[in-house]
């Protein structure tokens, strides 16, 4: 039987210049000691004036086994 999954979506927001406000390791040893695993880094980007990325949040991604 194939092993089913839980997930858990935690976003840091980031200041006006692209700087995290949160300490993301802290948050992810946090979720470790609750029995999820890190999985991933996600980073939607957006285009604005004159063509500039900019990041305005990060989502951390965690899973664990059902």
């Known amino acids: ?3 089913k999954y839980e997930y858990e979506f935690v976003m840091i927001e980031t200041s006006l210049f692209g700087r995290v406000n949160h300490d993301y390791q802290e948050i992810i040893q ?3 000691q609750k ?3 890190f999985v ?3 980073y939607p980007i957006s285009i604005g004036l ?3 990325v900019s ?3 990060y989502d951390l991604i965690f899973e664990r086994e059902l």
Do not use: C, L
Request: cysteine-free.
């Open 1 to 3: 039987m194939a092993k």
């Open 30 to 32: 946090d979720y470790a």
């Open 35 to 37: 029995g999820w695993r």
């Open 40 to 42: 991933q880094i996600f």
């Open 50 to 52: 004159f063509n500039r």
């Open 55 to 57: 990041v305005q949040h």
